[in-house]
């Protein structure tokens, strides 16, 4: 599983937007750059949508005033479906990234088997990257969300 001062793997994502499909990589994303990602076990999914991706978007301008330079909302959906919840959601200033094939999240080693929910699915996590490493990392126990809300992680810089 990914800790603390490891770099993250790498991996090709689907990104869509108002300009169309892209095919971002892990360089692409969080070389040179710090970020906060932060994964969801679904998208248009209760605690994904009334609380994890809203809170977020609430703080975006005290995350940009700390240094960061992007925020990251990471499912194992397809790019369509990330991108109709951003939308459904007004989250403009969030990147909205589809790991469809889940082999970023089972990379991290953060991937659950969730059966007729939705089979492999994330874990509910958050953490800060600076330049492709991990330097924080929040890992919410089953059915909780605590430490990986914007609140916790807005608090870590």
Not at 21 to 40: E, G, I, Q, Y
Request: with cysteine; net charge negative.
């Amino acid at each position: 599983m990914i800790k603390v001062g490891d770099l993250l793997p790498k991996v090709t994502f689907n990104l869509l937007t108002s300009e169309g499909m892209s095919n971002p990589n892990t360089d692409d994303l969080f070389a040179n750059k710090k970020v906060v990602l932060f994964a969801v076990p679904g998208a248009f999914t209760p605690t994904c949508s009334a609380s994890h991706l809203p809170g977020f978007i609430t703080l975006v301008e005290q995350f940009f005033a700390k240094g960061i330079d992007n925020i990251i909302c990471i499912s194992v959906n397809d790019a369509f479906v990330m991108k109709a919840w951003g939308d459904s959601q007004n989250a403009e200033h969030i990147t909205m990234l589809a790991d469809g094939d889940a082999a970023f999240t089972k990379a991290l080693g953060l991937d659950k088997e969730t059966g007729v929910f939705g089979g492999i699915r994330s874990k509910r996590y958050a953490m800060i990257v600076d330049n492709g490493q991990v330097t924080h990392l929040n890992i919410e126990a089953e059915k909780q969300f605590e430490v990986s809300k914007a609140e916790a992680i807005l608090e870590l810089l």
